[in-house]
């Protein structure tokens, strides 16, 4: 089983280009979600998405779009990357909003020169 | 507001010691608890859980048990091996609040031969 499949694993941007993340889940799960992790800061919360059709802020949107393009994938776009930007970004998702445990993605490392 | 304090890191011990990684939180409300486990190179996984008050989870020989009173949930192990080298996320989630999780800023652990 794949579970939670996030593209590119790594990748190296100049100040204001933009790119896309792509995350996909092949386990029917309704909600999927954005994470940043940074050095003493743990996980916080981008955007996410409950379920297909609907995406919510998470605690740190600013600079970030998303898109939930069906049931199966949550993408991250990155309209003009800044800096500050440079992160891990991990996808995860679960099956509905009273099931507890997430899957979580490999991870895209950022680096935003 | 919600948040997660845990003790800082790298816990670096010899094979077959004890482990205790402390953790408390801050929380309007009941949350439900967890230990998420990150491994080198990977995304975040379910270690183990609590959902109320007083409950024990466990999972892989670790253990952290619910303290209302202290308002912590310390994660604990007998004997640690080489393979429980990784870090360790403590998280909560309100009850009602969806999925969306509060982290941690996650402790690093090396164990030695």
């Known amino acids: ?113 | 507001g919600n948040s997660v304090t845990q003790m800082e890191g790298p816990v670096t011990l010899s094979e077959e010691a004890f482990l205790t990684i402390n953790c408390t939180y801050t929380a309007t409300g009941y949350p439900s608890l967890f230990w998420y486990v990150q491994y080198p190179g990977e995304g975040l996984q379910l270690l183990l859980k609590a959902t109320k008050a007083d409950d024990k989870g466990s999972n892989k020989g670790f253990e952290a048990t619910y303290r209302k009173e202290t308002t912590s949930f310390h994660l604990e192990k007998g004997s640690v091996q080489v393979s429980d080298s990784a870090v360790y996320f403590c998280a909560l989630r309100l009850t009602g609040g969806g999925n969306k999780l509060t982290f941690g800023t996650g402790t690093q652990l090396k164990v030695e031969l």
Not at chain 1, 10 to 33: E, I
Not at chain 1, 46 to 62: F, L, M, R
Not at chain 1, 84 to 100: D, K, L, P, R
């Open chain 1, 1 to 113: 089983n794949a579970g939670v499949t996030q593209t590119p694993k790594f990748q190296v941007l100049k100040t204001g280009q933009s790119m896309t993340l792509q995350c996909a889940q092949d386990m029917n799960h309704n909600s999927m979600y954005w994470y940043r992790q940074d050095p003493g800061m743990g996980l916080r919360l981008i955007y996410y998405s409950a379920s297909e059709g609907t995406t919510d802020k998470g605690e740190v949107p600013n600079g970030y779009n998303v898109s939930r393009l069906n049931k199966r994938e949550f993408s991250l776009r990155l309209e003009s990357a800044a800096p500050s930007q440079t992160s891990v970004y991990f996808c995860a998702s679960t099956q509905g909003t009273t099931n507890e445990k997430l899957f979580f993605g490999s991870g895209t490392q950022l680096s935003v020169l």
